[in-house]
């Protein structure tokens, strides 16, 4: 595919606090290609999750574009964005955001099960995703019996079995060590040299930009092509 | 492993304390509601089974009569004026009084002394379990409900007891004739009835009119009414009707009955209300995951009222046996519990429609959540 997958034109978020207006993100620009992992860094509260769910089709921009595979997902209505995101993204969560009273194949299948996926195809596809992700001999264990590692790979192994062509990570080591931290974002890398999925992850992680093909930082809600981040950049953790 | 994945009932098998908690809230309220209707309708069972075991299409009663059990006498000769009243195929006379028993070990009684025609047996017993109803004719022979004998002792056939001072002597005994005033019932004949009151001479406090064939019940009434204008002329139905209302209405047991019920329905309500939302609140972030994949609000609203069904419909299961435990105990203890599919199927609508109001409560907390809460760690 020649254009982005996934684009923001001049997006901005203000929210109303009381009297008070405050602009989270400020007329952000980028693309995001496939078989590519660009990391969006910069300091606790300086609005890339809010970007995220501007670009997850969760949050409407106040003002501005964003474009999916080249469709103005802005002017769409309200009701047909949970069929977009279905159809072309998938989330990693922070906090895994698994569902507890689901095994780890369960969680695996909501997505196909939302997408409503066949009865035959379906389970071999779960299961494909959690031996993708190291999982095979894990697919009947709740996530309360998994390591936070283990519940992000079944969060990833999620993405993959829906087999968005966008996947949008919020975080996704900082609740882990910095080992499996490591695999985590190796796995999303993978994911996308080898499925030619566009990967973008949030992070304030410094680690992860030896692992990215792209550094977007950001900061005041000021979204600008990065650089590499020296270890002791201020507001950041190493 | 089931595919589709049922996220509501998994959700709701995966907090076993909290399924509990709801069921016991659902089944305590399914098993209150049944129970007491059942009480409720086995009295109002009581209140009229003598009306309505009797084969009389109209009742005729002394003037401003509302219930069967404390008629006032009205001169029998009345009989004749309905006798003649074109449509009218035959009248029978029941008496009703109020007199004492005295018990062997000591001390006495109240007692229903129910007189009817033991030719034609209409208005007596319509169960008997040992001797003949038309014995009651000979030797103020006296038929006793078996529901009596925890009050006036045990009593066989040939027993011998005294009634307002006056030797009776059973020749029979029958069933399901208990009264909701809670005094036993004694059948005999009319005659031997007006004996043992000494008001109910030359008295009768019912009559009972027989529609000749071809002639419509209503237009019998009609012209009765006209004739009988110092008595009240009701239809069978209407009289058992008046009767049950009385004791709903005149005695606060209506009041009580609807008050206990209305406390299931409530606690019912509370607990499942409570329960469903505070899963809601617990799995809100499951629900913004849920959108943030891709379902629609929906499918969401969808989940939790499964999930609301679903314990309803466990619960209410959960309820029905107990009940049917409960309702034997009572039925061991000797009193009538009317439970018809109506009851059951009503009691469910409620249940189910309590769960579905519960839920749509949690539905609207579920519509509230920020879309950003799926990010927060």
Partial sequence: MSGPTLELSQVSKVYLSGAARVVAVNHASAAFHAATVTAIMGPSGSGKTTLLSMLGL???????????????????????????RREHIGFIFQSFNLFAALTALENVLVPLQLKKIAKAEAPARARQALERVGLAARTD?????????EKQRVS????????????LADEPTANLDSRTGRQIIDLLAELARDQGRTVVVVSHDLRLQDHVDRILWMEDGVLQEGKHVPMTEPGVSP | MAYPVSIARKNLFHDRVRLVITLVGISFSVVLILIQVGVYLGMMYNTASIIEHTDGDIWITARNNRNFDFSLPFPEARENKAKAVIGVESVKKLILVWSLMKLPGGGSENVEVVGFDPDSGVGGPWEMEAGSLADVKYNRGVIVDESSFSKLGEMKIGDHREIFGKKVRVVGICRGARRITTAPVIFTSYKTAQQLNPMARGATVFLMVKVAPGHRAEEVIARLRKVMRWEDVYSRDEFAWRTQLYWTLNTGMGVGFGFTILMGIIVGAVIVSQTIYSATIEHLREFGTLKALGASNRTVYGLILRQAILSGVMGFAIGM???????HLYEQSGQIIIQPWQLFAGDFAITIGTCIAASLISVHRAMQVDPMEVFRA
């Fill in chain 1, 156 to 167: 990833i192994a999620r993405a993959v079995a829906a087999e968005a062509p966008v996947i």
């Fill in chain 1, 58 to 84: 969760i949050l409407r921009p106040s003002d501005g574009r964003v474009h999916l595979l080249g469709r103005d997902v802005t002017a769409c209505d309200e009701r047909s964005l949970p069929g977009l």
């Fill in chain 2, 321 to 327: 046996a107990v009940n049917v435990v409960v309702a």
């Fill in chain 1, 141 to 149: 264990f709740h996530p309360r019996d998994l390591s936070g590692g």
